[in-house]
Nanobody
Framework: QVQLVESGGGLVQAGGSLRLSCAASGSIFSINAMGWYRQAPGKQRELVASITSGHSTNYADSVKGRFTISRDNAKNTVYLQVYSLKPEDTAVYYC????????????????WGQGTQVTVSS
């Protein structure tokens, strides 16, 4: 149906940076909002950043000024550029997309990536 494949996670030192990517594929007619969530050990999953099809963005207070979300609609891909990483940023980062699924009668549904681990050492 629709798959989200993430990449770019890894181990970095505090103050470092990463660029996460998430590419959507499958029976896609169009993609509405996309976003990044994260879940740290022992904590609930939280929204990190989101972006609409019109490139309007929203960020969690904890990452404002350090993280940047962007998307390439032609490639069905969303990115998360992260700077000045802190140990508390350590988590599994998940991609999310609201997709209009291509069908005889297209419909909207939500899809999640498999998650990519980001570990920040102090």
């Amino acid at each position: 149906q629709v798959q989200l494949v993430e990449s770019g996670g890894g181990l970095v030192q505090a103050g470092g940076s990463l660029r996460l990517s998430c590419a959507a594929s499958g029976s896609i007619f169009s993609i509405n909002a996309m976003g990044w969530y994260r879940q740290a050990p022992g904590k609930q999953r939280e929204l990190v950043a989101s972006i609409t099809s019109g490139h309007s963005t929203n960020y969690a207070d904890s990452v404002k000024g350090r993280f940047t979300i962007s998307r390439d609609n032609a490639k069905n891909t969303v990115y998360l550029q992260v700077y000045s990483l802190k140990p508390e940023d350590t988590a599994v980062y998940y991609c999310h997309a609201s997709v209009v699924v291509a069908n005889f009668k297209p419909y909207e549904d939500d899809f999640w990536g498999q998650g990519t681990q980001v570990t920040v050492s102090s």
